[in-house]
């Protein structure tokens, strides 16, 4: 079973800088994104975080599994 953008984007939607996620796609590839916000939506309806130097375009069909808790970085 997939999740949908607009599932991810809801599940997403309390990261406010204050907080790093760690996403698990299908096969265990890992990105994680330190100090996380997401990206308001656009027209290419793609779910988008950002670090404040980055943004990382993620797959929602591709997720197996998100981890959203503390920074690890002071």
Request: proline share 5%.
């Amino acid at each position: 079973m997939s999740i949908t953008t607009e599932q991810l984007r809801a599940a997403l939607a309390d990261l406010n800088g204050q907080r790093d996620a760690r996403i698990v796609f299908e096969h265990a590839e890992t990105c994680i994104v330190q100090k996380a916000l997401i990206v308001p939506a656009e027209e290419d309806r793609i779910v988008k975080l950002t670090d404040g130097s980055r943004e990382y375009l993620i797959d929602a069909q591709r997720v197996a599994w998100v981890e959203i808790g503390p920074p690890t970085t002071p």
